[in-house]
């Protein structure tokens, strides 16, 4: 597919260690450490490139303990289910994976579910209810940006999230399948149907991408 690289721009979902088998005790997702060379080489296709990056306190009030595994319900406005720990900084899980720029070499960063008690997934809103805006819409859209090309970690959660909400946003979303890896299958099966069915783009791979 055409994409115009001026009004382009490319999103690096929360590409962390904390999501990848480098951090075995965090959420590891398969494959997660080797998404860096087809983000790099969907970015190849816009103008600009953002990252977000969970930046989560260890005190938040989702994490996972010995009464309460993961995905068993918590009560809050902006969280939902518990996780193990993931993505503190200062730590290797809030790292980008190797092979990525720096963080200083992107254009836009997100920090997301930096308070306690909020577990946002989409990279565009810190509440779970899309309403306070963590400014990477604005940012885009300052920029004359109309298309985002989109990859990261996980495709069932936080991709999907970020994705339906640039959509709803009036952006045209590419979904980069082979710069994604998501948690479960059938979550996963169940992310890409309902991308497709609200207007995403899905693609193979960045190879199927030129620029006019
Ligand atoms: C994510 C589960 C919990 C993600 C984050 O980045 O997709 N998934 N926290």
Redesign the pocket.
């Known amino acids: 597919m055409k994409v115009n690289k001026a009004k382009t721009a490319s999103f690096d979902i929360?590409p962390q260690n904390g999501?990848t088998p480098v951090c075995p005790d965090e959420?590891p997702v398969e494959g997660g450490h080797q998404i860096a060379p087809f983000l790099n080489a969907q970015a190849e296709f816009a103008r600009i490139r953002v990252v977000s990056q969970?930046a989560h306190t260890p005190h938040s009030i989702w994490k996972t303990d010995d009464e309460n595994p993961s995905f068993s319900p918590v009560d809050g406005q902006n969280v939902d289910i518990r996780?193990n720990m993931?993505c503190v900084p200062g730590t290797k899980g809030f790292e980008l994976i190797d092979g990525l720029p720096k963080p200083t070499d992107y254009d836009f960063i997100v920090y997301k579910g930096v308070a306690p008690d909020m577990h946002p997934?989409g990279a565009c809103y810190h509440d779970l209810g899309d309403t306070l805006s963590t400014g990477v819409i604005e940012y885009l859209k300052q920029n004359e940006i109309e298309t985002v090309i989109c990859g990261g970690?996980?495709t069932d959660?936080?991709?999907k999230l970020t994705v339906l909400q640039l959509l709803k946003a009036g952006f045209e979303v590419v979904v980069n399948l082979e710069a994604c890896r998501g948690i479960a299958e059938e979550t996963i099966t169940q992310a890409l149907n309902e991308m497709a069915t609200q207007g995403a783009i899905l693609i193979q791979s960045a190879t199927e991408l030129t620029n006019n």
């Open positions: 929360d999501f959420l969970d996780w993931h997934y970690l996980a959660y936080c991709v």
